[in-house]
């Protein structure tokens, strides 16, 4: 049997998500001990207090399946966001989120439309429900939102990352409001506000009074990034809840676990501490900007927990310096950002470690260039 042929039309032509060679690979490729992962946005600050105890109280209670944590969480969340309860969909992270939406939303032959560049996982998940998928470039690493609003006519979805991965850049609350304002009738907004807890509270669209009164729009959060739970898979969107029905009937039952459940509540638990580590991983993220700027390296401005850095020439080359000198980064070659590195920030001591690299890196290839070039 050639089981190619029994797979859907649009996942024969689909690629799956390949995360890279692993830690053990690259060490025993370059002969390193030790490697920090400054690659996929995972948090480097630590967990928040009291996730550690949580999660141990409730392994108490793995034989049962979560249903009562289930409504908890979505009580909490709600008290968080100001949403209504009836409005939060938990989900085993934004990717499960992802592919939910498009299954509640997407017929085969859809036209979606997404930045570009953006997270991948889009178009990658859109492509294997079978729709039409149009990409908008940005301009320098802006939206271009006439662009995208141009495209949208006769457009299913319009998906926005926000802040964007991998630019950092953030849409203002004038500009979001103009945006969703414009949309054309019979599209729907997607928005994956993965790194939107890094803003302060008073720069980010209102995008649960606009959940509230009907207008066009999912909205999708994660506790991957400045909650620190990336290894738990832990996330949940807002909808109108005339939509839950449709993602409940598309994601599998309790999709959560009971640990990932107690961590996220445990997050939850103290606001004025989610509003110190906000302010210790800008801190952090700023600092950075600023030292390498100077060192001679340029950066776009970032709402997120990383720095996409202009170092300029062969970004791989600076990739593979960084990684033989123990840090893992993202060269923007990967998104068709040439020339530039995606850098997560960790604490200052840390980024003053990569700092250094990358001080000593650009000497070295400066060097190199010299000598080419005598």
Request: with cysteine; net charge negative; charged share 25%.
């Amino acid at each position: 049997m050639n089981f190619r042929d029994l797979r859907r039309a649009p996942l024969r032509a689909v690629a799956p998500y390949d995360p890279g060679p692993s830690l053990s690979e690259l060490k025993a490729r370059y002969g390193l001990g030790q490697i920090v992962k400054l690659n996929w946005n995972e948090d480097l600050f630590g967990l928040f207090p009291g996730v550690q105890e949580a999660i141990k109280d409730e392994l108490r209670q793995a034989e049962l399946y979560p249903e009562r944590a289930y409504a908890d969480f979505r009580n909490l969340v709600a008290v968080r966001t100001g949403a209504d309860p009836t409005m939060i969909v938990p989900a085993h992270g934004i990717q499960s989120l992802v592919f939910s939406t498009i299954g509640v939303f997407i017929n085969p032959g859809d036209r979606v439309v997404i930045p570009r560049p953006t997270y991948g996982l889009y178009r990658q998940a859109c492509e294997a429900a079978g729709a039409e998928v149009v990409r908008v470039p940005t301009i320098g690493y802006r939206f271009d939102l006439d662009a995208m609003l141009g495209a949208a006519s006769g457009a299913k979805l319009v998906i926005v990352c926000d802040p964007n991965n991998p630019t950092g850049d953030a849409l203002t609350a004038s500009e979001w409001e103009a945006f969703l304002e414009r949309l054309p009738a019979g599209c729907l907004a997607v928005v994956d506000e993965a790194y939107a807890d890094y803003l302060p509270a008073e720069q980010r669209p209102r995008r649960v009074d606009d959940v509230r009164t009907g207008r066009p729009l999912v909205v999708l959060r994660t506790f991957s990034k400045l909650f620190g739970l990336a290894g738990l898979r832990l996330g949940y969107a807002i909808v109108h809840p005339d939509l839950v029905p449709a993602f409940d009937a598309v994601q599998e039952p309790f999709n959560v676990n009971r640990l990932a459940l107690a961590a996220g509540m445990a997050c939850l638990a103290d606001p004025s501490f989610i509003e110190a580590r906000r302010r210790e991983v800008v801190h952090a993220r700023d600092r950075f900007a600023a030292d390498l700027g100077q060192v001679g390296i340029g950066s776009w401005p970032s709402q997120a927990n990383f720095i996409l850095a202009r170092p300029g020439g062969n970004d791989m080359e600076w990739y593979e310096g960084l990684l033989r000198r123990g840090f893992l980064v993202r060269p923007g070659s990967e998104f068709g950002l040439d020339g530039q590195l995606r850098i997560t920030v960790g604490p200052p001591a840390l980024m003053d470690s990569v700092l250094q690299a990358v001080a000593d890196l650009r000497n070295d290839l400066v060097r190199e260039t010299t000598t080419a070039a005598g």
